[in-house]
């Protein structure tokens, strides 16, 4: 089963949750069992999963990849389109995450969660979540 999320988002950079989202998305396929794959289709965007309890760690994770790839540095893609250090950030993560779903539930920790990190925003995003059976 192949889903498809829009999200918007509001900041230049920022990372948003979706794991109420995705979990409502396994709820209504009815998989017990399986794996659920998300995908963002887009080249300055990106998935992780980590801790979406405490807000100050997406700060961080925010300020840490602005100083590897500064978003006034100097870069070759900036002649063609003003955007390289978010292609660099979008690179240092991943464009899709898989969870397991056991009983009808995504396995995460504690304090764990299902983001977007949005490097070249405002826009809005598509995300594939792609449900697998078994
Ligand atoms: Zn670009």
């Not at 509001?10 to 396929?29: A, C, G, M, P, R």
């Not at 998300?38 to 992780?48: D, F």
């Not at 840490?64 to 950030?89: M, Q, R, V």
Request: with cysteine.
């Amino acid at each position: 089963m192949l889903k498809e999320l829009k999200i918007s988002t509001f900041q230049k950079q920022e990372i948003i949750d979706l794991t109420k989202k995705i979990q409502e998305i396994v709820e209504n396929s009815g998989v017990e069992n399986g794996l659920c794959l998300v995908y963002v289709p887009h080249a300055t965007a990106g998935i992780l999963i980590n801790e979406n309890y405490d807000a100050s760690v997406c700060k961080d994770i925010l300020t840490n990849l602005e100083k590897i790839a500064p978003s006034n540095g100097n870069y070759e893609h900036n002649k063609i389109d003003d955007n390289a250090h978010s292609h660099i950030k979008a690179s240092m993560l991943s464009p899709s995450e898989t969870l397991i779903i056991d009983g009808g539930n995504l396995i995460l920790g504690t304090w764990q969660g299902i983001a977007l990190a949005e490097f070249d925003g405002p826009k809005t995003r598509k995300i594939l979540i792609k449900i697998i059976k078994n």
